[in-house]
């Protein structure tokens, strides 16, 4: 998967009725989804997500979700493709509707005319960019957007976003969601820059369950491949022996050292701390 298939993917898997939030059509005490991202077995693809309703809500359509951030040509004869096959490969399905997260439908994901009736019926577009300012949207669908934002603009959002969440109660679940956002989209940039840009503090961005899972590696692991990013800018390149010392430090170690090191100034710093804590 992708970085933005595995956003998508940690974002729904521990809370399916994150689904809800998005869609405003759906009665008022719709829950309980549960998600999958089965793989089609006739092309060997993966849907971005599925959501099934309970059993008991016969009520409640299977929504299909699909994240498509950039152009493509094919992706409307595709997406109607996958519904048929998912259809034939799931016959328990009898309501559903599509959901596609996208910057803007505007892109080009190709001509509609053979699809026209499945576009129209089934599919629910869901805009990173709206077309208007000041357009009314479900707060995570907000947050969403930072993944198409300009970066110039990241962090005055993720400030409003969050403090817009702390009025609703829900500030620990979109932080979780900012820090995965930030992840995703900028990889390669260090924690202490991806906490500014989503004010964020640092012990609260690497703990966060989902950042782990998107970087897709164990804890302890994650911590020393991150942290030992941050020296390598901080104090030059490491010796192997150095980097070794660092990976086995246990999970509080690390997490110290990452504190640590914002004030570090050269290597002479990392070898007085490590010696500290030898």
């Known amino acids: 998967m992708v970085a933005s298939d595995k956003l998508f993917y940690w974002l729904f898997q521990d809370r399916p009725d994150r689904i809800v939030q998005l869609l405003g059509d759906l009665p008022t005490d719709?829950?309980?989804?549960?998600?999958s991202a089965p793989v089609l077995k006739e092309r060997e693809s993966r849907l971005d997500g599925l959501f099934l309703p309970p059993e008991d809500r016969p009520d409640l359509p299977a929504v299909v979700l699909e994240a498509q951030m950039a152009a493509d040509p094919s992706f409307l004869r595709r997406l109607y493709a996958e519904c048929a096959l998912l259809l034939r490969q799931e016959p328990t399905i009898h309501r559903w509707q599509v959901v596609v997260l996208?910057?803007?439908q505007r892109l080009n994901f190709g001509d509609p005319q053979a699809v026209e009736e499945f576009i129209e019926r089934r599919v629910?577009?869901?805009e990173l960019q709206p077309a208007a300012e000041g357009e009314q949207r479900p707060l995570l669908q907000r947050v969403l957007s930072l993944l198409v934002a300009p970066e110039e603009r990241i962090e005055a959002s993720t400030q409003q976003l969050r403090q817009q969440a702390q009025e609703g109660a829900a500030g620990?679940?979109?932080?979780?969601v900012i820090a995965a956002i930030l992840v995703s989209r900028f990889p390669s940039?260090?924690?202490p820059e991806l906490c500014a840009m989503g004010g964020i503090t640092i012990e609260d961005f690497t703990q966060s369950p989902i950042y782990k899972e998107i970087v897709g590696i164990g804890r302890s692991e994650g911590e020393a491949t991150v942290t030992l990013r941050q020296l390598n800018r901080r104090c030059g390149p490491l010796s192997e022996a150095t980097t070794a010392q660092i990976r086995a430090l246990p999970l509080e170690q690390l997490e110290a050292l990452a504190e640590a090191l914002l004030d570090f100034t050269g290597p002479a710093d990392l070898t007085t701390w490590l010696a500290a804590h030898a």
Do not use: K, T
Request: overall charge positive; some cysteine; proline content about 5%.
């Open 30 to 35: 719709a829950g309980g989804y549960r998600f």
């Open 102 to 104: 996208c910057p803007s």
């Open 124 to 126: 629910r577009w869901l």
């Open 172 to 176: 620990a679940e979109i932080d979780a």
């Open 189 to 191: 940039r260090s924690i």
